[in-house]
């Protein structure tokens, strides 16, 4: 959590967009099934576990996490550190008379905290919502913190359909969390919380509602949870030193990864490929002789093909042996990556795109000037009718008429 609230405070600092998600299985069930969801998940700026089975998976992996950060406890750790800072929170959701209550809630705990903004709109599916309505809003207002309660998928959605127009430095999709703030949802106790059974309390209070959708969350973390560990499990551990190598082809990085991705090995990784995408370069990753990749190398690639993908630039996978196809299969995340049988076909594919990419940017600057093309054709026009004004007199000739920068004409005036 500690370090949660760091993070949104260096992003405020940084302005931007960022958008956080609060992930738990049935977030990830979904991303499963639906690809925007899965791709919205895989570009954001932070995805915090939010829920038990998260950290049981983690430990699954070998790769244990810190703790459960959960959004119904981030909601006032984040009003206390604006109420600390001076920064200012909109909410966005719950109904009209928890919002107010949520707020009024949080303001009177957390003396100081600035509330820009809260808008509770109308429940109706995302493509029937009044966008600009709310858009206009959060303008308005300015928060540093946006909170979006409209429950999972539709609040990560919603924020990802407006990233290039929120100009919010932290965008979290908080769902029931206002509801809970404002007393109108009871929690668990703590003991039940601590030991991994809120679910339980919960499902006991609102078993309409919460009992179809944990049977299906269970079903889908025991289908899916498996390949990624036994995938994971069974890649071959050799005593190689490991070892990155990079090359650069014109704007492309290729960076060869020998032996195990952790450790060290991760971290230059982790640094080179930082530094080569804060350049706009595009990324051919030669892993023909990788050995191991952990969760948490996949954590690093995950993170490195939204950063390329938000400049315009292409991330490749070479030469994917087959242990390491099975981890990416197992993880769900063939679809994220674009992969090919040699380095050489990357770097050909990186280079049409470019070239296409360059024609389309070329195409674009001449739509944007219609004034050129018609001043063009007003002086090729005069050009004409100066020919049949000569050809009639017979008049002398003339040097030059510099009618328009890059257009010069030789004739004769009368």
Not at 223 to 236: C, D, E, G, K
Not at 260 to 283: I, T
Not at 394 to 410: E, I, L, M
């Amino acid at each position: 959590m500690d370090e949660t609230i760091a993070f949104i405070d260096e992003k405020i600092n940084t302005r931007g967009f960022h958008q956080i998600a609060t992930a738990n299985v049935d977030f990830l069930v979904h991303a499963i099934r639906d690809k925007e969801m899965h791709q919205i998940l895989c570009s954001c700026d932070l995805v915090i576990p939010d829920g038990m089975p998260i950290l049981w998976g983690a430990r699954l992996l070998g790769r244990a996490l810190k703790q459960r950060v959960c959004g119904v406890d981030l909601v006032p750790r984040l009003a206390e550190l604006c109420a600390l800072k001076g920064y200012s929170i909109f909410v966005l959701g719950a109904s009209e008379q928890n919002s107010l209550r949520g707020v009024e809630n949080l303001k009177e705990r957390y003396p100081g905290l600035r509330i820009a903004g809260r808008y509770s709109p109308p429940i109706a599916p995302l493509e029937r919502m009044n966008h600009e309505e709310m858009l206009r809003r959060i303008e308005r207002a300015k928060p540093d913190v946006l909170l979006v309660a409209f429950g999972n998928p539709k609040q990560e959605k919603w924020l990802a359909m407006h990233r290039h127009r929120l100009n919010v430095p932290v965008c979290v999709g908080v769902g029931m969390s206002i509801d809970m703030a404002a007393g109108a949802v009871k929690r668990a106790p703590k003991w039940m919380q601590s030991t991994g059974l809120e679910w339980v309390y919960r499902m006991i209070r609102e078993p309409r509602r919460l009992v179809q959708r944990y049977i299906g969350d269970a079903c889908g973390f025991a289908r899916y949870m498996p390949q990624q560990v036994i995938a994971t499990a069974i890649q071959p551990r050799r005593k190689t030193r490991s070892g990155i190598f990079t090359d650069q082809v014109g704007n492309t990085s290729v960076i060869s990864i020998y032996g195990d991705l952790v450790g060290c090995s991760l971290q230059e990784f982790n640094m080179v490929a930082r530094d080569a995408a804060a350049c706009g370069m595009n990324m051919v990753l030669n892993l023909s002789q990788t050995h191991y990749i952990g969760p948490d190398a996949l954590g690093s690639l995950i993170s490195m093909a939204s950063k390329i993908r938000d400049t315009g630039g292409q991330l490749w996978l070479a030469e994917v042996p087959a242990h390491l196809q099975r981890v990416i299969q197992g993880s769900r995340l063939a679809g994220l990556f674009m992969t090919t049988s040699s380095v050489s076909d990357a770097l050909q594919r990186t280079a049409r795109a470019e070239l296409k990419s360059f024609h389309n940017s070329l195409a674009a600057q001449d739509m944007e000037q219609p004034e050129e093309n018609s001043v063009q054709i007003r002086v090729e026009l005069l050009q004409d009718v100066c020919r049949k004004v000569t050809a009639a007199n017979g008049s002398a000739p003339f040097d030059a008429v510099d009618t328009h920068p890059g257009y010069v004409f030789h004739g004769s005036m009368g």
